[in-house]
């Protein structure tokens, strides 16, 4: 018996082969929310990159829209429980459709996706829901914001990120369905971790000590709906990309 085990590519426990099933369908769920987890987290990494990559081709005329300490703040604080969700996305009906998926997880199509939809999706309404705030307050190119007109337009940017992070987690449930046809409640988890997320934004934006240490302040009015952009655009963004992708393999 143990020789047959060592030479076996599978050991049946339970000696019920339904079992077998189960197990190719947990493989399958596994690496599907593995490239889910990829997907969002690189795209969110666009978005912390951005700033500093306009700030350094700007020579410092565009001042720096997100600081170090922010960016941690949106790596640990809000970016993480939405990431876990993610892997704990079940198997749905479609998971067992078709052939194995046996390929790289960072592939041209996730790449694509990332570097090529979503990430510049929320990199752009980021950046200029930063520049609209710093417009509207007076600042013209290669001046220097006040204090204060700095802080709300760096709050602004990170309250972009953050209701970006918002559709982006929706989106990456699925590599080919958008919003609109996914189950709301198939996963809990991404709902307690996303109901969560608003209320750290909450605190990093609204608890005095822990805003100056970030350095940024709460958006003005036109900041908040500047920021909110980010969650049709991307939504949108990826509604189509999906669509277009579907007709072309149609």
Not at 170 to 187: H, V
């Amino acid at each position: 018996t143990d020789v047959a085990r060592e030479a076996a590519d599978l050991v049946l426990l339970d000696d019920h082969f339904a079992t077998i099933v189960t197990a190719v369908e947990l493989g399958r769920a596994t690496y599907a929310n593995i490239r889910r987890f990829l997907t969002y987290h690189l795209t969110d990494n666009v978005a912390e990159l951005t700033p500093f990559l306009v700030w350094a081709l700007s020579g410092g005329n565009v001042p720096l829209a997100l600081g170090v300490l922010q960016v941690l703040a949106l790596d640990i604080g809000t970016d993480l429980l939405p990431a876990l969700a993610l892997g704990a996305e079940p198997p749905n009906p479609r998971t067992m459709q078709g052939p194995a998926r046996t390929g790289a997880l960072l592939d041209r199509r996730l790449l694509g996706r990332v570097f090529g939809v979503l990430g510049p999706v929320q990199a752009t309404v980021e950046m200029a829901a930063f520049a609209g705030v710093l417009l509207l307050g007076g600042w013209t190119l290669g001046a220097t914001p006040s204090p204060g007109l700095l802080a709300a337009a760096s709050g602004t940017a990170f309250t972009a990120v953050v209701l970006g992070q918002f559709a982006n987690a929706l989106a990456c449930r699925s590599e080919t369905r958008w919003i609109g046809r996914l189950s709301w409640p198939g996963n809990p988890l991404l709902l307690w971790a996303l109901a969560a997320e608003a209320v750290v934004l909450l605190v990093f934006l609204g608890f005095p000590p822990l805003a100056d240490l970030l350095g940024g302040a709460f958006p003005p009015p036109a900041g908040w709906a500047l920021a909110a952009l980010a969650i049709p655009a991307i939504i949108g963004v990826d509604a189509l990309y999906k669509g277009l992708r579907a007709a072309r393999h149609r």
